[in-house]
């Protein structure tokens, strides 16, 4: 496809009356992609998926694996935004879905990032669009309010804990769980006969992703860039803030860590530094 079709569809996508049409247009002038780049939202994906690009490599960037996911994920799309512009993701998803239901096996690679950092930057980043709530009108110093909408209006608090089951495994049948996992390392391997999963930590990216991800997909020369840093957007400030001084409730806090994603992904010490960094209460006397 030309630049200017590319240029012409990717524009079509942002009117209602063609988005439908533009979305599966693109996605089929693009070759299949090497690397599916899958994982729950807001754990530093894109920097994943930018930086196998930039080596040469074609990705598809999908939240869901399964069908019944990706179904789930369009009507909340259509209900709560517009559903004539579903985002990228989605058409790659069905792309990707298609493809595994088919047979094909697919080089996969998923990220974990601490879900309670990965709720909060999620948080940020559809409050407006998705539940309706400007972030920017909040002053820096009403995180009390703050941490209330977070806490009661955001309602994806536990995906990120059902997602490795809920579409990982129902696509593709590896059980991440069944293998131990290095925090120190960072990063493994895991197979099975439709996919192989290279799964990577969010946090230790910058000195694990090039060796890791060169020895999964048997090629040199992969820096790791950044993209989508909640930090840079709008409410980039209160964002700063929030981390900052953060009075999360421990019950929610020990929710999360207390997971078999956290107890998995996570040594003991570095979820004690976790919990202490949320609610500001040393282990020692928070438990």
Same mark, same amino acid.
């Given at each position: 496809?030309?630049?200017?079709?590319? /240029?012409?569809?990717?524009?079509?996508?942002?009117?209602? *009356?063609?988005?439908?049409?533009?979305?599966? &247009?693109?996605?089929?002038?693009?070759?299949?992609?090497?690397?599916?780049?899958?994982?729950?939202?807001?754990?530093?994906?894109?920097?994943?998926?930018?930086?196998?690009?930039?080596?040469?490599?074609?990705?598809?960037?999908?939240?869901?694996?399964?069908?019944?996911?990706?179904?789930?994920?369009?009507?909340? +799309? $259509?209900?709560?935004?517009?559903?004539? *512009?579903?985002?990228?993701?989605?058409?790659?998803?069905?792309?990707?879905?298609?493809?595994?239901?088919?047979?094909?096996?697919?080089?996969?690679?998923?990220?974990?990032?601490?879900?309670?950092?990965? /709720?909060?930057?999620?948080? &940020?980043?559809?409050?407006?669009?998705?539940?309706?709530?400007?972030?920017?009108?909040?002053?820096?110093?009403?995180? =009390?309010?703050?941490?209330?909408? @977070?806490?009661?209006?955001?309602?994806?608090?536990?995906?990120?804990?059902?997602?490795?089951?809920?579409?990982?495994?129902?696509?593709? =049948?590896?059980?991440? +769980?069944?293998?131990?996992?290095?925090?120190?390392?960072?990063?493994?391997?895991?197979?099975? !006969?439709?996919?192989?999963?290279?799964?990577? *930590?969010? !946090?230790?990216?910058?000195?694990?992703?090039?060796?890791?991800?060169?020895?999964?997909?048997?090629?040199?020369?992969?820096?790791?860039?950044?993209? /989508?840093?909640?930090? !840079?957007?709008?409410?980039?400030?209160?964002?700063?803030? &929030?981390?900052?001084?953060?009075?999360?409730?421990?019950?929610?806090?020990?929710?999360?860590? /207390?997971?078999?994603?956290?107890?998995? @992904? &996570?040594?003991?010490?570095?979820?004690?530094?976790?919990?202490?960094?949320?609610?500001?209460?040393?282990?020692? $006397?928070?438990?």
């Amino acid at each position: 496809m030309t630049g200017t079709a590319a /240029n012409l569809a990717r524009r079509a996508l942002r009117h209602p *009356r063609s988005a439908r049409l533009a979305g599966p &247009f693109l996605v089929r002038q693009k070759p299949p992609a090497d690397v599916v780049v899958a994982q729950v939202g807001k754990v530093g994906s894109q920097a994943v998926s930018a930086s196998i690009e930039a080596a040469g490599l074609h990705t598809a960037h999908v939240h869901f694996l399964s069908r019944a996911g990706l179904r789930r994920a369009e009507r909340v +799309y $259509e209900a709560r935004w517009d559903p004539a *512009r579903l985002p990228w993701h989605i058409w790659e998803g069905r792309r990707t879905v298609a493809r595994l239901r088919s047979g094909e096996r697919l080089d996969i690679v998923t990220v974990i990032r601490d879900p309670v950092a990965r /709720n909060v930057s999620s948080f &940020f980043q559809v409050a407006d669009l998705q539940y309706g709530i400007d972030l920017t009108a909040l002053e820096a110093d009403d995180l =009390g309010e703050l941490t209330r909408l @977070f806490l009661e209006t955001f309602d994806e608090h536990e995906l990120p804990l059902r997602w490795l089951d809920d579409e990982l495994r129902a696509a593709t =049948g590896v059980d991440l +769980y069944e293998s131990d996992f290095d925090a120190e390392r960072g990063w493994s391997v895991t197979e099975s !006969d439709r996919a192989r999963v290279l799964v990577l *930590r969010t !946090d230790r990216l910058a000195d694990t992703f090039t060796g890791a991800v060169e020895a999964f997909l048997g090629r040199p020369g992969i820096a790791l860039l950044q993209r /989508n840093v909640s930090a !840079d957007k709008a409410t980039g400030g209160l964002y700063d803030e &929030f981390r900052r001084l953060p009075r999360l409730p421990e019950a929610y806090v020990d929710q999360m860590y /207390n997971s078999r994603l956290a107890r998995h @992904f &996570f040594a003991d010490d570095e979820l004690a530094d976790l919990r202490r960094l949320w609610t500001g209460v040393p282990a020692t $006397e928070g438990r």
